[in-house]
């Protein structure tokens, strides 16, 4: 790439978080960063569609360490992302973000920011009857092996900023799409009861790591939490019955319930919702919303997410 703009290298940039933030930085032209993107599939549609909104396209994958040593060279900074559900165990998204802290340390990559999550442990210790442990050690691993992943780049000496996220709303889209019942109401079912869920639009997050960069080095060694809304599931349902136009009804399973159901990575995924319920308080706390917003003036709320996505969410789910 030839350009005097600094690079910034994306990992997973045709997947969500890198998707975001690929072209939040493609749409400031005039911005200081210019985007090399990484992806398993530089012939894939979404990685055509990045090299012509104006993204060095590079092949690399974080599970072949060989590939990424020219996907760092020269790059200022980095986005790094894994993909934990393409393996779906703890120990194989580990083995990746060594990866990319072992080239981005090799490299010289002066502002990374990986993108991480609580270790659900430390609010439920994993030894706790409510939830089931999980391949021998975790809660919910995909939480918790990113938290441990966190010392790979404080080994490596990578300049890091942790990015905290949380639940996107698109899996509203597809994981956790509404379902209609027998008798054809829409029903939202996720195990939250009356907690608060912290959401945040994709996009957003993409925005928000553009911003971190922009802000240089005050933030690097900071852990940086964030989200666009705090609210109760019933709430998110009155909000999509408005906006759809038929009613969302919440009907929240219990988490041993959601566990049980035929769905991949239910175990998992009751376990996430579990800590999300049973942490609130101080899954929320760390996401202070006004602090997120004056990163990104732009960060949208749950109702801004619907007006955009209400002809996406009516063709989610089957018709009446």
Not at 242 to 254: D, F, I, N, S
């Amino acid at each position: 790439m030839t350009t005097d703009k600094r690079i910034v290298t994306v990992c997973g940039a045709t997947g969500n978080q890198g998707g975001g933030v690929a072209r939040a930085i493609l749409a400031d032209p005039e911005g200081e960063f210019a985007v090399r993107a990484l992806t398993r599939r530089p012939d894939s549609d979404a990685a055509k569609e990045l090299e012509r909104l104006g993204a060095e396209v590079v092949r690399a994958d974080a599970d072949d360490p060989e590939s990424l040593g020219p996907a760092f060279e020269g790059a200022y900074g980095a986005f790094l992302v894994t993909s934990y559900w393409a393996h779906g165990t703890a120990e194989a998204e580990k083995e990746q973000a060594a990866n990319l802290a072992r080239a981005a340390g090799h490299a010289g990559v002066q502002h990374a920011i990986w993108s991480t999550l609580e270790d659900t442990r430390a609010c439920i210790p994993v030894d706790d009857p409510r939830m089931p442990t999980l391949q021998g050690t975790y809660n919910v691993p995909h939480f918790d092996a990113k938290a441990e992943a966190d010392a790979f780049f404080q080994d490596a000496a990578v300049p890091t900023t942790f990015l905290r996220a949380t639940f996107y709303w698109e899996n509203l889209l597809g994981a956790f799409v509404l379902r209609r019942d027998a008798e054809g109401t829409l029903v939202l079912n996720l195990p939250m009861g009356d907690k608060r869920l912290a959401g945040i639009a994709v996009a957003d997050i993409g925005h928000v790591a553009q911003a971190i960069l922009h802000r240089g080095t005050d933030l690097i060694a900071a852990t940086v939490s964030i989200a666009g809304e705090h609210l109760r599931v019933a709430d998110m349902a009155a909000e999509m019955t408005e906006k759809l136009g038929e009613t969302v009804a919440y009907r929240p399973l219990t988490p041993d319930e959601f566990r049980a159901q035929d769905m991949p990575g239910a175990d998992e995924s009751g376990n996430m919702f579990q800590f999300y319920a049973d942490c609130e308080e101080r899954f929320t706390g760390a996401r202070d919303l006004t602090a997120v917003r004056a990163l990104y003036p732009g960060l949208q709320n749950f109702a801004t997410w619907l007006n955009g996505h209400r002809e996406e969410l009516a063709a989610a789910f089957p018709g009446r």
